[in-house]
């Protein structure tokens, strides 16, 4: 099997020691069918075991492995190497997070404004068990289905330039993931959500640039969930201000 040797730059970051990120290259011999996980774990194995970064699945599956790769937010389970330019590649931590350690950054204020839009189902009532399953037709099921996709590996963040300018914008896969919900037809919290979604730091920070969907890697499209929730929230509000009410169902 040929082999292409690359010079790997990893931004690293050891806060016990380091006063600032700094770069350290690394002489990678690469396979064929390699992608940027598997020199990174190379050089884990080979070069260099200091080196930290987070992946598990090596399936675009888990989202875990997420980072900058010639500055572009990617997976790295799925950015292959013979994809790349030149044999020099340069690997970061995401952009617009705070760096915990080498590649990994820290997800707190994700996880916040994920919890904060309430990403599982809810309903006024339920029915028990014996009246039997809360079944949904193909069609009901289609208009929610692309956003189960996601797989929270933080990309659309990285590339969200109103999440760069203002942090506490909800940001769009916790915002796609609120209009997941919203389209179910098992789903009734709606209005529970409209209070954090249909706000200045929810939807209406969003400017429609749709660097989000073009980075996704598992064509969510973000972007298209946040203004189709721009569109319900508007109505809703004109049904309450001529008084039919904003009712989702």
Same mark, same amino acid.
């Given at each position: 099997m040929s082999h292409r040797t690359i010079d790997l730059e990893v931004m690293r970051y050891r806060p016990e020691q380091d006063d600032e990120p700094w770069v350290q290259t690394y002489k990678v011999p690469c396979e064929e069918d390699w992608v940027v996980l598997d020199a990174l774990i190379y050089v884990k194995d080979n070069l260099d075991g200091s080196l930290s970064y987070r992946w598990s699945c090596h399936m675009a599956v888990c989202g875990s492995c997420g980072m900058m790769i010639n500055g572009e937010p990617a997976l790295s389970c799925k950015t292959f190497i013979r994809d790349l330019p030149g044999d020099v590649i340069r690997v970061e931590p995401l952009t617009n997070f705070p760096i915990e350690r080498d590649l990994v950054v820290?997800?707190?204020? &994700? =996880?916040?404004?994920?919890? !904060?839009?309430?990403?599982?189902?809810?309903?006024?009532?339920?029915?028990?068990?014996?009246?039997?399953?809360?079944? @949904?037709?193909?069609?009901?099921?289609?208009? &929610?289905?692309? +956003?189960?996709?996601?797989? /929270?590996?933080?990309?659309? +963040?990285?590339?969200?330039? @109103?999440?760069?300018?203002?942090?506490?914008? =909800?940001?769009?896969?916790?915002?796609?993931?609120?209009? $997941? +919900? /919203?389209?179910?037809? $098992?789903?009734?919290?709606? %209005? %529970? $959500?409209?209070?954090? #979604?249909?706000? /200045?730091?929810?939807?209406?920070?969003?400017?429609?640039?749709?660097?989000?969907?073009?980075?996704?890697?598992?064509? #969510?499209?973000?972007?298209?969930? =946040? @203004?189709?929730?721009?569109?319900?929230?508007?109505?809703?509000? +004109?049904? /309450?201000?001529?008084?039919?009410?904003?009712?989702? !169902?």
């Open positions: 820290v997800m707190d204020d &994700f =996880i916040e404004k994920l919890q !904060r839009v309430k990403p599982y189902i809810i309903r006024d009532e339920s029915k028990p068990i014996s009246e039997g399953e809360h079944r @949904q037709t193909p069609a009901q099921l289609k208009k &929610f289905k692309q +956003y189960t996709l996601c797989i /929270n590996c933080l990309c659309c +963040y990285a590339a969200c330039p @109103q999440y760069a300018l203002i942090p506490e914008f =909800i940001g769009p896969a916790a915002l796609t993931l609120a209009h $997941r +919900y /919203n389209q179910d037809s $098992r789903d009734q919290g709606w %209005e %529970e $959500r409209e209070d954090v #979604v249909a706000t /200045n730091e929810g939807i209406w920070d969003c400017a429609f640039a749709d660097a989000c969907s073009i980075v996704c890697p598992k064509h #969510v499209d973000p972007a298209s969930a =946040i @203004q189709q929730m721009k569109i319900s929230s508007t109505l809703s509000w +004109y049904k /309450n201000l001529i008084g039919l009410g904003g009712k989702k !169902r």
